[in-house]
């Protein structure tokens, strides 16, 4: 089992920036994708960017604002938000799997519980 948490949400003005930390624990040897997803009010998952071994891969909503990254250890992925936007308001979920990454997160064998990005206008 692996657990995954996350920190660094909170209320940020629109154009401001927020970091994201995901702490991965237990059986993470055998992880090799790390990422986060997002979901809004009243629409579904989606993905924000996942790190895997050939690289990151950001959501088009994200590309230029948003930077993940993942420490040498490989027990931690970060998302650094830049540029934030009202429409980036959302619950934010690390996500981790041995093997592969979806675009709506579905498939992927471990979550954490979310952090809550609010951006104020």
């Known amino acids: 089992q692996v657990q995954l948490v996350e920190s660094g949400g909170g209320l940020v003005q629109a154009g401001g920036s927020l970091r994201l930390s995901c702490s991965a624990s237990?059986?993470?040897?055998?992880?090799?994708?790390m990422g986060w997803y997002r979901q809004a009010p009243g629409k579904q998952r989606e993905l924000v960017a996942v790190?895997?071994?050939?690289?990151?891969i950001n959501a088009d909503s994200v590309k230029g604002r948003f930077t993940i990254s993942r420490d040498s250890a490989k027990t931690s992925v970060f998302l650094l938000m830049n540029s934030l936007k009202p429409e980036d308001t959302a619950v934010y979920y690390c996500?981790?799997?041995?093997?592969?990454?979806?675009?709506?997160?579905?498939?992927?064998?471990?979550w954490g519980k979310g952090t809550l990005v609010t951006v104020s206008t």
């Open positions: 237990g059986s993470i040897v055998n992880i090799n994708v």
């Open positions: 790190i895997t071994r050939g690289g990151a």
């Open positions: 996500a981790a799997d041995r093997a592969g990454w979806t675009t709506s997160g579905y498939g992927m064998e471990y």
